[in-house]
Every structure is written in structure tokens, then in C-alpha cells.
């Protein structure tokens, strides 16, 4: 007969970001300790609040399942004599093992063969097992940061102070340092005094919910969407939008009751931003915009209980917001009383890097790598350009992105409205920081698309000067995010920009600091960073990686080109004339591969097919490069395509590698010329046919 399992954890409050984490390691350590002991059940569910960590098995069996033991011992040459008897190393093993030497068994693994002990593991009670498994499962759990209390030596994300254990109506007895398991729960801190003794594990589900704890995350994460979507209703706004801060608040609880605050209508002249980063990174609280979009002077808080006294609740809630944005309109006041230029020079006292310099030296190397951009991609204009990127980091040592450092680019916008700029480049401060994380829009303005690839560059040319490149999972200064920020500004804006050129320009810039870098390989390996940046995104959109190596093999680093190619050649592969292009290269390709140069003594020439091959060959070469230039790659692949019939005919009126040198040199150059004329295309010896 199978029974119920569950195990609660009772503990101090754990911070709401570890627990989506550690009930998900919860679940797969249960599976892996379960299954490690061949413990057979139905079903697996985790749960999980502030105070406690729940697991709870459907249909564990109560005998584990028997196993037939296989261990391989010694070769059957070195187990036994010539005469058949059982060596020193086949006793020790048998011995080892718990068997007699008779009952080995041989068997042949690969060509060789083994001894082998085999022998049957009967079951025991699953009683008799669940302490041990439930003891490692609770020592076994990892967390962000971990902690001990008291003089004990276990590490647990905060103290636990009870466990509860129960195998049907059975308690199950384990110890964590000082706690025992004990047949008790306890219901909502302020809600319930005693505690609550558990008799059978159904009755322990009712008992938390008649004592105001919502056990399953599910439910109660339910319950706060519902009721917080139905008091901005009621006082005509729609709550903001966002899982992470109902998942925040979701482990916060036990017993969720939203409550509308409100607050002076005067600290709405502080920008929206502001208000609404001091409610939800503060406080946790979801701010109301009406139909609009525009924020209203209230917020919606979620209190860990029932609605008894909810006014008290509201007002409390409301002081300590008012203390908040009081701070806030403070920092508004104060950082808008001068213009946000006259921040600039405080810039040069923050220091970016150590080898880098400060924020002001790298506010100088933007100014030209945007102008060289824009002046590359004919984005914005140089005036604009060179006083966005002046402004661009002004604000960091302002007032209130001190305080607020999640909004710097946000505040100077702001600030930069209110200097006066014109509007390119008040956009362009806040878009330079774009994309910030996956998924983020992209910058839309000419002026904040070149400086937020002037911005992202001089970053990634900088560290790659001096050696700092990501590691592993180590990405400390998130340069591939920022690399991946320049391939999708890149491809979403259709820039035709050899990145190369912009390493060059950015180096530059970084000699004074003599870069443990060289300039080529600085320009090389960050040309690779990009390139494997934009292989995802490539093989995203459906491109085969045989297509991306064929176009990566080339040089150049325009990812524009790049990927119009690739689209290019993936289309042709399944044209009716992908085999005669493929017939060209090969040809040509395979016999000239080692020979080194591609010159062709045209007077050495004698058949009339080799003379008319290397005529068309300089025709296909004009049409082909003429193609390249404007990017029409279906016209060169087809120009390739076309030289199959004279390819064809030279190959059969002729033998290249004749004994005459002269001839064969003459011969295998034209080949090699149009091999080299096919990789200028593309590297088609990638491509799976």
C-alpha cells in the first residue's frame, strides 16, 4: 500500500529572491534522493512561503524496490590459474564482495573477460529509509548566502526553528542540530498563537488555511494579481505590470490583502521614474496609472494578513513612502538648480578603470568614436554627436542617480530637458545605455544609435586591450551583453559599418595607456567576440551553420554584408544551379588547394578550351566583383554557376598536371584564380552539400 509523504521546514523569514530557487532544488534533490533509493511514488510537489519550505509526496510506496547488484571484479587471465583455481585477487574480491567464489560469474565485456559478483539486495521498509533521505535532502539544499546560529555548524539560508515529518499518519524522526521533527506546524506568525498538532497530512493542509497561511505559491501568487488588479479598479487606475515584483511579493506573504495609499499630488513633479523605482525597489509597492498611462498619486501595498485595522496598515505605509519621495523631490530640487553641463567636470574624480581612466577620459574618447561613426553611417550630425556624448555622463554624479543608480541615462534626459538641449541629443543620453538587458528596446534616434555603439566599443575595445576578457560564466564587465547590444543595434538598423575600421579608431585612443594588446590582434579578437555574438542570432533566424562558417571564413567584420550573404547563399543552395557552382569550386578548388600562386601564362596556354576558360573566367571575375559591390550576391553565385560549361570542357580536353612545368603552372593558377575568385564569395569547401 503506498502512502503520503511530507516534510516541512519551518525557518525565519527567507528572502522572497531565494525562494523560486530553492523549491525548484528542493523538487530535483527529492527525485534524485528518492530515486537514489529506490523509493517508487505517483507525484512530487514543492511549496513554499516566507516561513516554510514544503514537500510533499503522492503515492510513495512503503517497501523499497529490490535490485540485483552487478559489480565487475578482476580480468578471468588474472582471476584464475592455468589450472582453473581462484586466485589471491578473485578471493579478495569474493571476499569483498560477500560471495562465495563459486557463485562469480563470467562474462565478456568488449573482447575481454571479467568476473563479475552478483547478488540480490532485498528492500527494506521505507520507514526504516526516509530519515536518512530526508536528512541528506535538508543538508544537501544550496543557497545564495547561507548562514549558522547558535554554536551549530549546519549552514541554511536563515535558522531553522521546526521540522515536521510525517509518512502517512507516521512520524518520521530526524534531527537538524537542536530541532526534531515533531508532529507540530504553526500557522501565520501574528494571526495564531499555539502550535497546531498534525495528526494526518490532509488535516495539515486545512489547518494552515483555517490559520491564515496560503501554502501553495501558485494560489496565493492568484490571489495578489487578483486583489491588486481589483483596487486599482476600484479607484480607477491599472496597476503596473510586472511578474518579477508580484513574484517579489508572492514570498513575502503568507496571507495576501492589497491596500490602496495614496500620496500628495505635488511629488508628481518628479519625474515618473523616479517615483515608481522609490515604490517597487523600496518598497515593494505596485504604482496605479490611469487610462492614460499617466501615474496616479497612489500606490497599492500588500499586506502579510487579514484586512482587521487595514487603515493603520495604510497610514504606515504611507508615511514611509512620503519620507521616501520627500528624499526624492529633494534630489530633483537640488540636482535641477544648475544646468546638467556643469556636472561634466566633477567627472573627472570617478574613476572608470584603473588602466582605463576616469569617467570624463572615456567621455572624451566617446565624443570622436561617435563623430568617426556617424560620419561612417551618416547618423546625426557631428555637433550633436560631440555634446551628447559630452552630456552622456553627467548625471552619474548627480543627486539623485547617487541615490537612484538604476536610472542613470533616465535622469539625464531629464536633466538635459531641463538645460535646455535640443531634443536628438536629450534622447540620446538616455538611449546610449541601450539595450540594458535582454530584450530592451533598442535606441531609436540617429544621434543615440551611434553613440550607444560608440559607448559599447570603446568598452569592448578597452577591455580587450588590456587582456580583460570573459572567462567561462565570469563576465564581470558584461561585455557580451554589450556586444550583443552592437549586433542587434547593427542588424535592426540595417548599418552597412565594417567594425574594424571602429576597433581601429577606438584603439587608438588607448595608447597612451600601452595596451598589452597589439593593435591587430585587439581588432581580430574583438571582431571574433562580435562574430560569435551574432552566430546566435544568425542560427536564431534559421541560417545552418554550414551557410555562417562559409561567409564567416571571410574577412571583414560588416555584419550587414554578413548576414545579406548568408541569407543569399542559404536560398541559393536550393536553386537548380547550386550544383553547377558547387562543380566550379570543387574543380577547381580540390587540385589547386596547394598550389600557392594564381599566376597564369596565358601565351604558354595551347587547347582552344583552356584559352576560352580563361576568357570567361576574367569576364565572370569583372561581373562577379561588380556584383559583390552591390551586394547583389545571387548575381555572383549564378556568375560562378555559369563558368560549369567551360570548366567542364577544360577538364575533359585536358590533363593539368602534364610534365611540361611551364604548362602545369600555367594551368593550375588559372584554377587556383578561380578558386580564389569563389572564396571571395564565399568559402563553399563549409558548405554541406
Known amino acids: 500500500m503506498n502512502r503520503e509523504l511530507l516534510l516541512e521546514i519551518g525557518v525565519e523569514e527567507i528572502p522572497s529572491a531565494y525562494m523560486p530557487g530553492i523549491l525548484e532544488?528542493?523538487?530535483?534533490?527529492?527525485?534524485?534522493?528518492?530515486?537514489?533509493?529506490?523509493?517508487?511514488?505517483?507525484?512530487?510537489?514543492?511549496?513554499?512561503?516566507?516561513?516554510?519550505?514544503?514537500?510533499?509526496?503522492?503515492?510513495?510506496?512503503?517497501?523499497?524496490?529490490?535490485?540485483l547488484i552487478e559489480n565487475r571484479g578482476p580480468k578471468k587471465a588474472i582471476a584464475f590459474d592455468d589450472n582453473g583455481a581462484p586466485t589471491k585477487p578473485c578471493l579478495g574480491f569474493a571476499r569483498s564482495q560477500g560471495?562465495?567464489?563459486?557463485?562469480?560469474?563470467?562474462?565478456?565485456?568488449?573482447?575481454?573477460?571479467?568476473?563479475?559478483?552478483?547478488?540480490?539486495?532485498?528492500?527494506?521498509?521505507?520507514?526504516?529509509?526516509?530519515?536518512?533521505?530526508?536528512?541528506?535532502?535538508?543538508?544537501?539544499?544550496?543557497?545564495?548566502?547561507?548562514?549558522?546560529?547558535?554554536?551549530?555548524?549546519?549552514?541554511?539560508?536563515?535558522?531553522?526553528?521546526?521540522?515536521?515529518?510525517?509518512?502517512?499518519?507516521?512520524?518520521?524522526?530526524?534531527?537538524?542540530?537542536?530541532?526534531?521533527?515533531?508532529?507540530?506546524?504553526?500557522?501565520?506568525?501574528?494571526?495564531?498563537?499555539e502550535p497546531l498538532k498534525v495528526k494526518t497530512i490532509p488535516e495539515y493542509f486545512k489547518l494552515l488555511k483555517k490559520n491564515y497561511v496560503i501554502l501553495d505559491q501558485d494560489e496565493r501568487r492568484r490571489m495578489i494579481r487578483q486583489q491588486v488588479a481589483d483596487v486599482a479598479a476600484g479607484m480607477g487606475g491599472v496597476p503596473v505590470d510586472s511578474e518579477k515584483l508580484l513574484e517579489e511579493n508572492n514570498y513575502l506573504v503568507e496571507y495576501p490583502t492589497a491596500f490602496y495609499g495614496r500620496f500628495s499630488?505635488?511629488?508628481?513633479?518628479?519625474?515618473?521614474?523616479?517615483?515608481?523605482?522609490?515604490m517597487i525597489t523600496n518598497q515593494r509597492y505596485f504604482p496605479v496609472f490611469d487610462a492614460e498611462g499617466k501615474l496616479l498619486p497612489g500606490f497599492i501595498g500588500v499586506r502579510n494578513g487579514t484586512g482587521h485595522r487595514l487603515d493603520l496598515v495604510t497610514a504606515g505605509n504611507e508615511r514611509v513612502l512620503k519620507a521616501r519621495l520627500e528624499d526624492a523631490l529633494f534630489f530633483w530640487n537640488e540636482d535641477t538648480k544648475k544646468p546638467l553641463a556643469e556636472f561634466v567636470p566633477g567627472l573627472e574624480k570617478v574613476m572608470f578603470h584603473e588602466r582605463l581612466g576616469s569617467v570624463m577620459d572615456r567621455v572624451k574618447r566617446l565624443q570622436k568614436l561617435a563623430v568617426f561613426i556617424g560620419q561612417k553611417t551618416g547618423l546625426s550630425t557631428a555637433s550633436d554627436l560631440e555634446r551628447a556624448a559630452y552630456l552622456c555622463k553627467a548625471d552619474l554624479i548627480s543627486s539623485m542617480v547617487y541615490e537612484f543608480t538604476e536610472l542613470q541615462g533616465v535622469m539625464g534626459r531629464y536633466y538635459a530637458r531641463k538645460s535646455g538641449e535640443n531634443n536628438e541629443v536629450c534622447e540620446a543620453i538616455f538611449e546610449h545605455y541601450l539595450p540594458r538587458f535582454a530584450g530592451d528596446v533598442l535606441p531609436a534616434?540617429?544621434?543615440?544609435?551611434?553613440l550607444s555603439l560608440a559607448e559599447k566599443m570603446?568598452?569592448?575595445?578597452?577591455?580587450?586591450?588590456?587582456?580583460?576578457?570573459?572567462?567561462?560564466?565570469?563576465?564581470?564587465?558584461?561585455?557580451?551583453?554589450q556586444a550583443l547590444g552592437v549586433v542587434n543595434i547593427i542588424l535592426e538598423n540595417g548599418l552597412d559599418l565594417e567594425l574594424q575600421d571602429i576597433i581601429k579608431q577606438s584603439y587608438q585612443a588607448f595608447l597612451t595607456i600601452k595596451p598589452d594588446n597589439n593593435e591587430e590582434n585587439t581588432i581580430n579578437e574583438?571582431?571574433?567576440?562580435?562574430?560569435?555574438?551574432?552566430?546566435?542570432?544568425m542560427l536564431e533566424k534559421g541560417i545552418t551553420y554550414d551557410v555562417i562558417d562559409a561567409v564567416f571564413a571571410l574577412p571583414g567584420c560588416n555584419f550587414k554584408e554578413i548576414v545579406m550573404r548568408a541569407r543569399a547563399l542559404q536560398e541559393f543552395k536550393k536553386s537548380a544551379r547550386w550544383d553547377d557552382l558547387m562543380t566550379v569550386f570543387n574543380r577547381s578548388h580540390n587540385l589547386s588547394k596547394k598550389w600557392e600562386s594564381d599566376q597564369v601564362a596565358t601565351k604558354v596556354l595551347e587547347d582552344a578550351s583552356e584559352k576560352a576558360l580563361y576568357q570567361d573566367f576574367r569576364t565572370t571575375q569583372s561581373q562577379v566583383q561588380a556584383a559583390l559591390a552591390k551586394h547583389d550576391y545571387e548575381r555572383a553565385f549564378m556568375g560562378l554557376?555559369?563558368?560549369?560549361?567551360?570548366?567542364?570542357?577544360?577538364?575533359?580536353?585536358?590533363?593539368?598536371?602534364?610534365?611540361?612545368?611551364?604548362?602545369?603552372?600555367?594551368?593550375?593558377g588559372l584554377l587556383k584564380s578561380i578558386a580564389i575568385m569563389c572564396h571571395s564569395v564565399a568559402d563553399f569547401s563549409n558548405v554541406i552539400l
Open 99 to 193: 560471495v562465495d567464489p563459486k557463485d562469480l560469474e563470467i562474462r565478456t565485456v568488449g573482447d575481454i573477460e571479467y568476473i563479475f559478483a552478483v547478488k540480490k539486495q532485498v528492500g527494506v521498509s521505507t520507514m526504516e529509509l526516509l530519515p536518512e533521505v530526508l536528512t541528506a535532502l535538508i543538508t544537501a539544499l544550496g543557497f545564495p548566502k547561507s548562514m549558522r546560529w547558535g554554536y551549530h555548524t549546519t549552514r541554511f539560508a536563515r535558522p531553522i526553528r521546526w521540522l515536521l515529518a510525517l509518512y502517512g499518519k507516521d512520524k518520521i524522526d530526524i534531527s537538524i542540530e537542536n530541532v526534531k521533527s515533531d508532529n507540530r506546524t504553526y500557522g501565520h506568525r501574528f494571526l495564531t498563537g
Open 445 to 450: 534616434t540617429q544621434t543615440g544609435i551611434a
Open 526 to 537: 574583438v571582431c571574433d567576440f562580435l562574430k560569435q555574438r551574432l552566430r546566435g542570432i
Open 25 to 67: 532544488d528542493v523538487k530535483n534533490l527529492s527525485m534524485r534522493k528518492l530515486g537514489d533509493a529506490r523509493l517508487q511514488y505517483d507525484s512530487l510537489q514543492t511549496f513554499g512561503t516566507p516561513r516554510r519550505i514544503v514537500l510533499h509526496v503522492k503515492g510513495l510506496q512503503e517497501q523499497q524496490e529490490d535490485a
Open 641 to 668: 554557376a555559369d563558368l560549369r560549361p567551360a570548366i567542364d570542357k577544360f577538364f575533359e580536353a585536358v590533363m593539368v598536371m602534364v610534365e611540361d612545368e611551364k604548362l602545369r603552372a600555367a594551368r593550375l
Open 458 to 481: 570603446d568598452n569592448l575595445t578597452g577591455c580587450f586591450a588590456i587582456n580583460i576578457k570573459p572567462t567561462g560564466s565570469q563576465d564581470p564587465y558584461a561585455l557580451r551583453r
Open 265 to 278: 499630488p505635488s511629488y508628481l513633479q518628479v519625474p515618473p521614474e523616479v517615483l515608481t523605482t522609490s
